[in-house]
């Protein structure tokens, strides 16, 4: 639709993602909301002389645009092409997988696929090279956790990576090796560099045709704007395929969250934080402090409940996040810091307070990203220094399995979004998309229930961090939309802002908490044109 005035009526308009009070009708007018209410009132609500187009919602539910806090759209995007190992339950079947893929692909070219989750399979365990070895004959293969924090490789893969026994772990990083001392093929952190060095990176044409591909994948959930963190072919690839994509017609909104290594090229230019336009704006600086809790790198205090003989990884030491922390707070960019154990989020919280005292400056919103692992003193922390919590909701739907195995009694100040909302912690919702699917219902299912994807347990996994409908939609709205200095922009359908919404089959605060997952996206709207609508 190319209309620039446009009346969405007999809908019921939410306006503020905790109100309860509905509206039947909102004027759009040149990507902006300029009425909502009543729909005669909405239909003379523009200038003179201008004749909207009217579209009829036919009383369906309307919400304020979903905005994912953190993914990775590039990746979601590539990965869409490569083998997807989600629905993987044993090691016998991920070998199926892969000799098939074989099967078709080319010499010389890699398999590649995510997904796969040994907690999930029947055998509990981690593929290796000898498994990967007799699916694939000669082809190399490279296949992600779902946490994306370690791959598997077979022989033929490590052979191209010159990955062997005298292979020295790298700093931030380990090579998983068998009795003997040889590589099993499990490379975790930023070992995964070793292959990743060795893996060619898509073209401009298939990094633009995939990220096109992944934002169709996300208009289609209801998602108007992603803040996403992204690294292919460098700054200046990351930034032109964005901008390309926009002007071949894809409306969704981005904040991209550069890697820190991007830091110096930032620097060459005028952008800062918020810099851009509607479509397009530069973001916080991404960097990392520890790895997963499924895959055991996430940096613990103490040892993991499940293997006393880790505790963890930081990926990166605290002097060098201490430096990145600070010239970038010196720069007047956000961070977001990779933060899911509570050493990991001591040492974040420690850099981002010696910026603060190095140098005070009005609030950066400064980003600790997913903040699943914590204490009382840690939350503490966040709200004194007036740290934002990027969280994923959906994450509990797969760790409750093994959480408490892993970390024990720390569980009872985990995944505490109840409690940091108590605090008066700022909270945004994402999905870490592809590390779990980018469905925003499932995140709020998933945080006003805190039961998995079949209704398990039955009465939620530590209920009393379960948060209410409006909390959980206001992280995926206002929340989010605060992280990015945009909550006057975006977040709700208050006129004056983006008229970016999303048609919902039901409405999500008359419905059991059980039904949330299964509410179908019907219609998106970005800037007040119709982006997505379900056949």
Sequence with gaps: MNAKATVYQNGSFYVLPNETRKREALAAYEGRVIYVGDRDAAKDAFPAGVTPEVVDLGGKTVLPGFIDSHMHLMSLGLGLRNLSLSDVRSIVELKAIVKAAAESTREGEWILGRGWDQDFM???RYPNRRDLD?????????????????????????????????????????????????????????AQELAWAHIPEPGPEALLEATKKAMEYLLARGITSVHTNDGYGGYSTVVETYKKAHSENMPLRVYWDLPVSYLDDLVATPLRTGDGDDYFRIGAVKM?????????????????????????????????????VYRAHCLGMQVAVHAIGDRAARVSLEAISEAQSRLPRSPLRHRIVHAQI?????????????????????????????????????????????TMLRAGIPLAGGSDSPVEPPDPMWGIYAAVT??????????????????????????????????????????????????????????????????LKDVEVLMTVVGGEIAYQKA
């Design 122 to 124: 029947r055998e509990k």
């Design 134 to 190: 007799e699916a694939s004959g000669d082809k190399p293969v490279c296949l992600t956790r779902a946490c994306g924090h370690l791959v598997v490789l077979n022989s033929k893969a490590l052979e191209i990576c010159g990955i062997t026994r005298d292979t020295p772990d790298p700093e931030g990083g380990a090579i998983d090796r068998d009795q003997y001392g040889d590589p099993t093929g499990v490379l975790r952190e930023t």
């Design 288 to 324: 990392f402090a520890d790895g997963s809790l499924g895959g055991r790198t996430a940096a613990l205090e103490e040892p993991y409940n499940d293997d006393p003989s880790t505790s963890g990884i930081l990926v990166n030491s605290e002097a060098a996040l201490k430096e990145w």
């Design 374 to 418: 914590l204490s009382p003193h840690l939350i503490s922390e966040m709200k004194r220094l007036g740290v934002v919590a990027d969280v994923q909701p959906k994450f509990i739907t797969t760790d409750l399995r093994w959480a408490e195995d892993r970390v024990g009694y720390r569980m009872r100040c985990s995944y505490a979004w109840k």
């Design 450 to 515: 805190r039961k998995d994807m079949d209704g398990n347990p039955r009465g939620g996994y530590y209920p009393n961090e379960r948060i209410s409908v409006s909390d959980a939609v206001h992280m995926f709205t206002m929340g989010a939309a605060f992280a990015a200095f945009e909550e006057d922009v975006k977040g709700t359908l208050e006129p004056g802002k983006l008229a970016d919404f999303v048609v919902l089959s039901h409405d999500p605060f008359a419905i059991s908490s059980d039904r």
